[in-house]
């Protein structure tokens, strides 16, 4: 979708919580600001304090802003130095993944209680049909006030819900609804709904596509629904003029996908200043490899193939990869293939980015655990998901960043390893 602050709440009255709901049998549910709502139900003492979640260095960016922090113009991929300077008595905290992706599985859940058919886009949002429920939870509007107050009251989180016909139009209506809202768009009002939007609430229209959109004269989503197919080919080429199109006509024939998996998982950190140190680049990807594992047994999912990402001081990005034997959700085990990738890439040269990313997930359920020969059945993983399960109940923070770096192997009888 187009930037969000496009679609300011309030407006038409025709579209609101009370509106005919009839044929509306798509919801996309929106936490409102949800890293940094989860981490004030953490800390209760934060409530109605400006807080940002994000990368806390010279370098980091803002993931999440309560709305608080909004007020003063602080935003998700802003750097963290604008926000600061921004908002400077804003509460700025790290993000703690594993607290993010507990509630998201607390929440889907509640979701999942209503409808089979949930397709999660991410930890904060999903799309349901509810189509199939609407005998045992009444109509689309009165199954979204259900999940609201269940969220609220089980969770003490809050979401914003859009209800409607298709995907496209279900996520306008959560994004307009925003924050702690409901709205429904009614199907036979559609468009009334869509036309005045500008055009940079379109999926895929980005800030060089409104640009040349714009200078055609093609301000509304209606103007351009209304545009010759030659024009809008012009502006933004022949796949993209079809689509956005279609979309400015309200057609959007996607169903609801509760199939739906990520394709990788990964994390990376840009450092405050760029290092060559081996032992400081060695800690950081064991802490990145420590996150994307966490990541991927929270998902239920293993990744065969393992990669890094290294970013230099002049912005040069190199990745290498390497496909496992047997796909993995260990730390150590993807911290020692992209070690290696590491020093068989030997930069010679200081470091501005790393990343370790997993890819080709499958599921974990479904996917044969194998021993290496001559190796104990208990070792690494078992000491990892008790440390997950320790973070989960007292805070990462009680375990430390890359807390497997000192620590004795679990699978032998020998020293420690140093990095």
């Known amino acids: 979708m187009g930037r969000s602050q496009s679609l300011p709440r309030g407006g038409d009255p025709r579209f609101g919580p009370d509106s005919d709901d009839a044929g509306c049998s798509i919801l996309h549910v929106d936490m409102d600001a949800f890293f940094a709502s989860v981490e004030v139900r953490h800390r209760p003492e934060l409530r109605g304090k400006a807080v940002v979640v994000g990368g806390v260095g010279p370098r980091g960016v803002v993931s999440s802003a309560s709305y608080e922090a909004r007020r003063y113009g602080v935003r998700s991929a802003m750097p963290t130095m604008r926000a600061r300077g921004l908002c400077p008595h804003a509460v700025f905290l790290p ?9 998201s599985r607390a929440v889907m859940q509640i979701f999942r209680d209503v409808t089979p058919l949930v397709e999660p886009l991410s930890l904060d949002e999903a799309f349901l049909d509810v189509a199939g429920a609407r005998r045992l939870f009444g109509p689309p509007a009165a199954i979204a006030r259900r999940i609201r107050e269940r969220v609220a009251a089980e969770q003490e989180l809050t ?9 496209f139009v279900a996520k306008l209506g959560s994004t307009r609804a925003k924050p702690d809202g409901l709205l429904v768009v009614p199907a036979a009002q559609v468009l009334d709904f869509l036309h005045p939007l500008p055009v940079a609430a379109l999926w895929g229209v980005g800030e060089r596509a409104e640009q040349s959109l714009l200078r055609l004269g093609l301000r509304t989503v209606g103007d351009l629904a209304q545009a010759p197919p030659g024009m809008l080919r012009t502006a933004v080429g022949a796949a993209a003029a079809a689509h956005l199109q279609e979309l400015a006509w309200g057609r959007d024939p996607r169903r609801v996908s509760p199939e739906h998996v990520e394709k990788s998982i990964g994390a990376e950190v840009t450092f405050d200043v760029d290092v060559q140190d081996p032992t400081e680049i060695r800690r950081t990807l064991l802490g990145l490899a420590e996150k994307v594992g966490g990541r991927l047994r929270a998902a239920g999912q ?11 001081a002049d912005f040069r990005t190199v990745s290498r990869s390497r496909t496992l034997d047997v796909p993995t959700d260990v730390a150590r085990e993807m911290f020692d293939t992209v070690w290696s990738l590491y020093t068989a890439l030997a930069p010679g040269e200081r470091i501005r980015l790393v990343g370790v990313r997993a890819e080709g997930l499958t599921s974990a359920d479904e996917t044969p655990r194998q021993l290496a020969l001559g190796a104990p059945e208990r070792g690494w993983r078992e000491a990892e998901v008790a440390a997950d399960a320790a973070a989960a109940r007292f805070g990462r923070s009680v375990i430390g960043p890359a807390s497997l770096l000192g620590g004795r192997d679990p699978r032998r009888n020998e020293n420690p390893t140093r990095p």
Do not use: H, I, N, Q
């Open 95 to 103: 993000p703690d993944f594993s607290r993010y992706s507990a509630a």
């Open 159 to 167: 979401c914003s819900v859009g209800v409607a016909s298709s995907k």
């Open 302 to 312: 293993v990744g065969r193939t393992v990669s890094l990402k290294v970013r230099m």
